[in-house]
Structures are given as structure tokens and as C-alpha cells.
Nanobody, 115 residues
Framework: QVQLVESGGGLVQPGGSLRLSCSAS????????MAWYRQAPGKERELVAG???????NYADSVKGRFTISRDSAKNTVYLQMNSLKPEDTAVYYC?????????WGQGTQVTVSS
């Protein structure tokens, strides 16, 4: 019953920034952690960042210092601020509940970093 809708992706030059949004329904962020994943062509989906119900965050080493995950509990929206983007960040980005069984994968939002 949890619905997740990602948005905010697009084409950006290396070094640029994007802010992704994940609008959620059927879940209360006070009780559930959320995470951002990404999947590049030919690669497995990987965890990018996570945020707990208490607000603690963690990041993959590849994005640490460049990406920031945050949430607005009142709006039931999770964000991923992506700065200093690199071509290797190119992927489809998805948000997901933790534990993942609470939601299905959405369509994701495409992020392309290229000159």
C-alpha cells in the first residue's frame, strides 16, 4: 500500500547539482527509515544513502561528502541533494522503504551526468 514517486532527475554537467525528491504515501517517516538506491546500465542496484526514523544518515563511500539525504516528515518526502556530480553518478535513482518489503520499486528518476 506504500506508494513512492521519485522526481527531480535530469541531465547535468559534471560538477553540477540536482535535488531528487521522493513523495511517499501510506507510510509514516516517524516509524520507518528510507533509502535512496541507484542502478546504472549493466550494473546491480546499489544503496546510495539512508536515513533512519530518528534522522541518522549514512552514505555509500562513492557519494560521501557530495550527497545529502534529508526528509520532511510533514510532507512525507525524502530528498537527495546531489552536488559535485560525476559521470559515474549516471543512473536511475530510486527511493525505498527500510525494510524494503514495505514498498515496491517505483519508476525511479533518471540522472545523467555528461558534458
Amino acid at each position: 500500500q506504500v506508494q513512492l514517486v521519485e522526481s527531480g532527475g535530469g541531465l547535468v554537467q559534471p560538477g553540477g547539482s540536482l535535488r531528487l525528491s521522493c513523495s511517499a504515501s501510506g507510510i509514516n517517516f516517524r516509524f520507518n527509515a528510507m533509502a535512496w538506491y541507484r542502478q546504472a546500465p549493466g550494473k546491480e542496484r546499489e544503496l546510495v544513502a539512508g536515513i533512519t526514523s530518528g534522522g541518522s544518515t549514512n552514505y555509500a563511500d562513492s557519494v560521501k561528502g557530495r550527497f545529502t539525504i534529508s526528509r520532511d516528515s510533514a510532507k512525507n518526502t525524502v530528498y537527495l541533494q546531489m552536488n559535485s556530480l560525476k559521470p559515474e553518478d549516471t543512473a536511475v535513482y530510486y527511493c525505498k522503504t527500510v525494510p524494503p518489503r514495505l514498498s515496491s520499486w517505483g519508476q525511479g528518476t533518471q540522472v545523467t551526468v555528461s558534458s
